[in-house]
């Protein structure tokens, strides 16, 4: 709130925001943004016996550090199975009033010596479980449906819609899969539809809004013909999806660098997605081992190259050689 009274850009969610605030190098900058925090468990700690999670909260509060304690009524201590049910859909209700988004609740074991009993598994502890909310949805409308292709030449509709926020950020695509979801949710250009993020993070379209479909809608049909080279798609009886099968698909050749120069892949670092678009379209790379073979005189040539960027580039395809057999054989 505090950005848009300044009529600076706001952040687009809290995790942003808390984010971009303590990795400032500037002080003076961390400062100026009114970041808050609520203490909720502790770290390392000594010469200090806890009983309970309830007995850590107001320890921290004679501390005088800001907490949600029972008398905020955002949070409960209670054995009644019930209870939990009936806090978890009155914060369901109350959520839209706070001051930062959620998207659950957390239910935790009070006691201390039964958690530690219960211990951790791989990637959380079996003393506490997160109960997601329904996904915020909103309505929106569909302004066309453009064709992908990706790095398998899967074909894959997108719908372009109207911007729209969710849960604190705004969503103007969304993925709509293949024909077969198309044609079950009965999705069209002109649409009225409602969207949200499945798993509060993958914008997903819902259902469409039938009473506001306009007059002159048709069914929305995915070309059989790859729309970046032209050539005929095929469909396996075992798929839902279309494939261009065009093994020089421009298409399938940017989408497999952009895969093979990835962090988790071979981690060319300095080979972004346009300078991929420009090694395309100027016939530099025909193939992914191209990249090794490029000259620093070709990228010069390039518009918008510069030495200081292109030697970066080089050096990022030469140190990218030493990588492991894991990440060359997932490139």
Same mark, same amino acid.
């Given at each position: 709130?505090?950005?848009? &009274? ?136 569909? &302004? ?92 396996? &009886?075992? &798929? ?92």
């Amino acid at each position: 709130l505090a950005y848009e &009274e300044a009529g600076e850009d706001p952040f687009a969610n809290p995790r942003n925001a808390a984010a971009g605030t303590v990795r400032q190098l500037d002080p003076k900058i961390a400062a100026a943004r009114p970041l808050k925090f609520l203490a909720y468990a502790l770290g390392e700690y000594d010469g200090i016996t806890f009983s309970s999670q309830k007995n850590i909260t107001e320890e921290l509060q004679k501390l005088g550090l800001p907490v949600l304690d029972e008398k905020t009524e955002l949070t409960i201590c209670s054995s009644n199975p019930q209870e939990l049910v009936n806090y978890y859909q009155r914060i369901q209700e109350y959520r839209s009033k706070l001051e930062f988004d959620i998207d659950g609740i957390v239910i935790k074991v009070n006691s201390l010596l039964q958690q530690q009993d219960l211990g951790l598994i791989a990637r959380s502890p079996r003393w506490a479980t997160a109960v997601k909310f329904n996904p915020e949805q909103v309505e929106t409308v569909i &302004e066309d449906i453009l064709v992908q292709v990706g790095r398998t030449g899967a074909l894959t509709p997108v719908a372009i819609m109207k911007p729209a926020k969710v849960g604190g950020v705004t969503i103007t695509n969304a993925t709509l899969h293949n024909q077969d979801e198309i044609n079950r949710k009965d999705i069209r250009i002109g649409d009225t539809v409602y969207i949200q993020r499945a798993g509060d993070v993958i914008p997903e379209v819902v259902s469409v809004n039938i009473a506001k479909r306009l007059a002159k809608s048709v069914p929305f049909i995915i070309p059989h013909e790859c729309p970046a080279c032209g050539k005929s798609a095929f469909k396996a &009886e075992d &798929e839902a999806v279309l494939r261009c099968v065009n093994p020089n698909c421009k298409a399938i050749l940017k989408e497999s660098i952009k895969h093979f120069v990835s962090r988790r892949a071979m981690n060319v670092e300095k080979v972004g997605d346009k300078l991929i678009e420009l090694l395309v379209v100027h016939d530099l790379i025909k193939s992914v081992s191209d990249i090794y073979k490029i000259k620093r005189e070709q990228l010069l040539d390039l518009e918008r190259q510069g030495e200081k960027s292109v030697d970066n580039v080089m050096t990022s395809i030469t140190n990218s050689k030493k990588t492991t057999l894991t990440k060359f054989i997932y490139a």
